[in-house]
Every structure is written in structure tokens, then in C-alpha cells.
């Protein structure tokens, strides 16, 4: 039987790469997509050598274009396609005042617009090939409430929760399923960043802003990648066939709290 095809975005590094590692061991074809061509092709080889089939795609999510032009790449090179992971974000910290436009448009183009595009070029590539599909999309705990010093992220986020619910009314005809996942705080790239930003921010040392977001969450210890890959997992897997709309919060600390 042929594989079944998933694309996730942003996966050259971080939550991304392990969804895509992930997906691979569970038996799809996956296209690797990332600005960072580089990135990109070391995980394509590395789930090669795993013993997997994937391709290495560049593509800016932000450009209408270039998200329909990878999808449709991975449609012909992997010969189908069922799966599309949005997963590209960026998370620049922001105290309210010093907002500009250019931090608004970055962020809102990467993680709203780059999630519309998304979609839509995976409704196309469902309807081209007859069959629905399935549409997984990187909110956050920051999706589900608001996160001090990161308002355009936060807001952007809670956007992703608002374009899922609605996809997954809109799409259901097409039997088309639409989720999302919301992550705590996830030991990756991004991550860092932000605690650097925020310790700074407070004067203090790296390690600072992890300390602090780290008190609240449940399970006392901050996250994996593939602690969130697995999640996805379930999402992209048949055991998730009658789930649609839902925003999977993967730790909900923040949000309890
Ligand atoms: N790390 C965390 O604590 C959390 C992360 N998330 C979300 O999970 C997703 C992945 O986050 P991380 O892996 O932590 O981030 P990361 O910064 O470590 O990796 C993001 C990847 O996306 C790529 N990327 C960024 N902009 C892109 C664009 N315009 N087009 C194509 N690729 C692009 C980067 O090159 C990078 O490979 C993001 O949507 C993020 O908002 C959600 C909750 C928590
Ligand atoms: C970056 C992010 O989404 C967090 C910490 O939830």
C-alpha cells in the first residue's frame, strides 16, 4: 500500500522537525518545508538514514505562492497527499508600547496568514485527488490566554483557534478534519529566545524567564518536542477521525493558573 503524504511547515528545526521525524516512524512520506533550505535537507537525510521517505522543500509561508508551489511539489514527488501540519511561527517578545507596524505584519503574515495559505493549498490538493484530508495547526497555551510580553504572538495565536474552528465547519462537507495543537513551553529554538528575551527584559540572567513561566506548569517540567510530536501524531493518525475544530492544549498550566 502506498504511504500516505504529510507536509509540516517550519520543521528544519524544533517542535517541526519532530513532528516530521515522528510522522515519518508512523509510516508517512513526508515533505519537509522550511525557509532554511539547509535545516530543511538535514532532516529530510535524517529521516532518510531512519529508514523513511522524505523530500526537502524551501518555502516561506508567508508568501501565497510558495506554500501552493510545496504543496503541490510534495503531491507529485510523494505521490499523494493527506496530511498538512502548519506549523511555521515566530514569536518576537513585544511590551505593548513598543509595537510597530513591521512586528505586527511579520507576525501576523508567518502565523495567521501562513496558516490561511496552508489550508487553502491543502483543500486544493484534497479536491484534486478526491478524497479529504487532514489540516493540523500550531496554536499555543498562548492561543488560549493572553501572555505577558508577547501580544502580537499571543493574539496571533488566538487567531489560529478562531481560522480552526471555522475551517473545520466550513471543510466538514469536504471531509476535510481541521485541529489544532497548543504547546506549553517546548525546549526548542523559539523557546530560548523568548527566555532570553524576557530575562534581559527583567534584568536578569538566561534562565530567568523559564524559571518564572515554569512554575505553572502541571507536570513540573518543560517540554520536548516529541512530547508534542506525539500529540500531532494522534491528530494525523485515524484515531482522530471523528475529532474536528478542537485546539488540543498540551499543557494547560498557564492556563489554569
Ligand atoms: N517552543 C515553544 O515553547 C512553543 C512553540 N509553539 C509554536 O510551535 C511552532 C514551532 O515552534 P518552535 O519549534 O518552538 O520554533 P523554532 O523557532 O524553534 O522553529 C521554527 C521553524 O520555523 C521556520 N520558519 C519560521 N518562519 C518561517 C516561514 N516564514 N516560512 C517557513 N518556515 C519558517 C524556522 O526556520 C524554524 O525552522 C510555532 O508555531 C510556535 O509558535 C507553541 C507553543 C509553545
Ligand atoms: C512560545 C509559546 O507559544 C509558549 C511559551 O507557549
Not at 495567521?112 to 497555551?141: C, E, R, T, Y
Request: proline content about 4%; charged content about 20%.
Amino acid at each position: 500500500m502506498e504511504s500516505k503524504v504529510a507536509l509540516v511547515t517550519g520543521s528544519g528545526q524544533g517542535i517541526g522537525k519532530a513532528i516530521a521525524l515522528r510522522l515519518a516512524k508512523d509510516g508517512f512520506a513526508v515533505a519537509v518545508v522550511d525557509y532554511n533550505a539547509e535545516t530543511a535537507r538535514q532532516a529530510a537525510e535524517e529521516i532518510t538514514r531512519q529508514g523513511g521517505k522524505a523530500i526537502a522543500l524551501q518555502a516561506d509561508v508567508s508568501d501565497r505562492d510558495q506554500v501552493f508551489a510545496a504543496v503541490e511539489q510534495a503531491r507529485q514527488q510523494l505521490g499523494g497527499f493527506d496530511v498538512i501540519v502548519n506549523n511555521a511561527g515566530v514569536a518576537p517578545t513585544t511590551l505593548i508600547e513598543d509595537i510597530t507596524p513591521e512586528i505586527v505584519d511579520k507576525v501576523y503574515n508567518i502565523n495567521v496568514k501562513g496558516v490561511i495559505w496552508g489550508i487553502q493549498a491543502a483543500v486544493k490538493a484534497f479536491k484534486a485527488l478526491g478524497h479529504g484530508g487532514k489540516i493540523i495547526n500550531a496554536s499555543s497555551q498562548a492561543g488560549h490566554v493572553g501572555n505577558p510580553e508577547l501580544a502580537v504572538y499571543s493574539s496571533s495565536k488566538f487567531a489560529v483557534r478562531g481560522l480552526t474552528q471555522t475551517a473545520a465547519r466550513d471543510l466538514a462537507p469536504l471531509g476535510i478534519t481541521v485541529n489544532a495543537y497548543c504547546p506549553g513551553i517546548v525546549k526548542t529554538p523559539m523557546w530560548d529566545e523568548i527566555d532570553r528575551q524576557v530575562s534581559a527584559a527583567a534584568g536578569q540572567a538566561p534562565g530567568y524567564g523559564t524559571a518564572e513561566f515554569a512554575k505553572r506548569i502541571t507536570l513540573g517540567r518543560l517540554s520536548e518536542p516529541e512530547d508534542v510530536a506525539a500529540c500531532v501524531a494522534f491528530l494525523a493518525g485515524p484515531d482522530s477521525d471523528y475529532m474536528t475544530g478542537q485546539a488540543l492544549l498540551i499543557d494547560g498550566g498557564m492556563v489554569f493558573s
